[in-house]
């Protein structure tokens, strides 16, 4: 009886595993009323664009869960910022509103914005969104 060799287990193993993380997470659907050309533009929130989106993200929330983060990117663009979080998480930032990082160098603000949890899958695991309030 032949065995196969220990090589080949090996790489065998590694596809099938790269195989079950890629079907990690879910396709973002199209997001109804979300113009993601607009909130792309708006680099940085600096055009007070995206404030007038932030409703339509709130209604489709739940589709952001578990999404996978290269669609969400697609969605929303590049992040404005980027932090690492512990292990493998990471979290995108999408400022809202103008403020402090629409000045030269974009220094961080504390400014409204949005905040995308990513896990060590690469699919959305939190959401968070700014409350703006009306003035």
């Known amino acids: 009886m032949q065995t196969v060799p220990f090589l ?6 590694c596809l099938l595993l790269s195989g079950l993380l890629a079907g990690c997470g879910h396709s973002l659907p ?3 009323g979300f113009d993601s050309a607009t909130w792309r533009t708006d680099s940085y929130g600096c055009q ?5 989106l932030l409703p339509v993200l709130e209604k489709h929330r739940d589709l952001l869960y578990g999404a996978r983060v290269n669609d ?7 992040p404005d910022e ?3 979080g512990e292990q493998s998480d990471k979290v995108y930032i999408y400022y809202v509103a103008s403020g402090l990082q629409c000045s030269t160098g974009h220094p961080r603000s504390g400014r409204a914005r949005v905040l995308l949890r990513s896990g060590a899958t ?8 700014p409350v703006l309030s009306s003035r």
């Open 82 to 84: 980027e932090e690492l």
């Open 72 to 78: 969400i990117t697609r969605l929303l663009g590049h």
């Open 8 to 13: 080949l287990r090996q790489v065998a193993g």
């Open 30 to 32: 199209e997001l109804p």
């Open 48 to 52: 007070n664009r995206r404030t007038a």
């Open 122 to 129: 690469g699919t959305i695991t939190e959401v968070i969104l």
